[in-house]
C-alpha cells in the first residue's frame, strides 16, 4: 500500500503526464455519464435542477474516492464468480460483482431512455412535456450518484492500469468532478434551449444501455443458443454517437430548407 500514497515522485513529468492522461482518460468516459445527468436532473423541480446537479457530482466525486480506495483493496475480489447459470444450449453465464454492476446499469439506462421516449411519443401537445410530477431533489441526487458510481467503474479500472499512484488518480478523479459540474450546466440549457436534441440524447443514452449491457454481457462470458456476448467497441460506440449526430444536423438543416420552401410556396400562392 506504500506506493498507492506515495508522493515523493507526484510532481515528476511522468507523473504529471499520466494525470494529463487520466484526465483525459474520465472526460471521454465520462461523456455519458454527463449526458445521463443532465437528463435526469431535469426531472427535479424546476428552481432546484443546477443545485441538484452540483450536489450529485460532489457527492459522486467524494464516493468515487471512497470506490477508488475499495477497489485498491479488493481488486482480486472482484473477478470472484459469484453464481453461474448453465442451461446447456440456452444461456449460459458466470457472474461476478463487476459483470453483475454493469448488465444492471446498462437495463436501468435502457428503461429511463425508453420510458423519456416513450413520454415523448405519447404527448398530445409539446406543453405537456413538463406535465409530470417532477421528482424530489433527494431522490435524483440518489440516481445521479448510483449511477456515477456504475460509470465509474471503468474509468477507475483504467486508471488503475496506468498508474499505482492514488494520488494521481484522486487529482484526476476531483479535476474531472470539477469539469462536469461546469459542463453539466450547459449542457441542460443546451438541451432545454433545443429541444429537438432531447431526443437525439435519448438515443444516445440508449446506446450507452446497450454498451453497458454488452460489456457486462461479455465480463460474465454469456452464450445466448451457442452464441457469445461481445462487448461493444469503445470505437463503435464513439463512431455510433458521431453518426447520429451528423444524421441529426443533416436532416435539421433540410427540413429547415423544406419549411422555407413551403412557406415560399405558399406565398406564392397567395399572391
Do not use: C
Not at 485498491?72 to 472482484?78: E, H, K, V, Y
Not at 494521481?168 to 462536469?180: E, F, N
Not at 438515443?203 to 453497458?212: D, E, K, P, R, T
Amino acid at each position: 500500500m506504500g506506493e498507492m500514497f506515495a508522493t515523493d515522485k507526484l510532481l515528476t513529468i511522468d507523473s504529471l503526464f499520466t494525470l494529463a492522461m487520466l484526465i483525459l482518460l474520465q472526460a471521454v468516459l465520462g461523456f455519458d455519464n454527463l449526458l445521463y445527468i443532465s437528463i435526469e436532473s431535469g426531472r427535479a423541480p424546476a428552481e432546484s435542477q443546477a443545485k441538484v446537479r452540483r450536489l450529485g457530482i460532489g457527492l459522486a466525486i467524494v464516493l468515487r474516492i471512497v470506490l477508488l480506495l475499495t477497489l485498491l483493496g479488493i481488486i482480486s475480489r472482484l473477478t470472484m464468480v459469484l453464481f453461474e447459470i448453465e442451461w446447456t444450449g440456452v444461456i449460459t453465464g458466470s457472474f461476478d460483482f463487476h459483470s453483475l454492476t454493469l448488465l444492471v446499469g446498462g437495463v436501468f439506462i435502457l428503461y429511463t431512455a425508453l420510458k423519456e421516449i416513450y413520454h415523448m411519443l405519447s404527448l398530445d401537445e409539446l406543453g405537456d412535456h413538463q406535465s409530470r410530477e417532477p421528482k424530489s431533489v433527494a431522490a435524483v441526487v440518489t440516481w445521479i450518484v448510483t449511477m456515477n458510481l456504475i460509470f465509474s467503474f471503468d474509468s477507475i479500472l483504467s486508471a488503475m492500469a496506468l498508474t499505482s499512484n492514488f494520488w494521481i488518480m484522486t487529482t484526476a478523479i476531483v479535476i474531472s468532478g470539477l469539469m462536469m459540474i461546469y459542463l453539466a450546466d450547459r449542457v441542460s440549457d443546451f438541451l432545454k434551449k433545443n429541444r429537438l436534441y432531447e431526443v437525439l440524447g435519448l438515443f444516445i443514452l440508449l446506446i450507452v444501455g446497450m454498451m453497458l449491457l454488452s460489456e457486462g454481457g461479455h465480463k460474465a462470458h454469456l452464450h445466448f443458443f451457442g452464441y457469445p456476448i461481445e462487448a461493444m467497441a469503445k470505437s463503435t460506440f464513439y463512431f455510433t454517437i458521431a453518426v447520429l449526430v451528423l444524421v441529426d444536423i443533416v436532416q435539421g438543416r433540410y427540413q429547415r430548407k423544406l419549411m422555407a420552401q413551403r412557406r415560399a410556396e405558399l406565398e406564392n400562392r397567395a399572391m
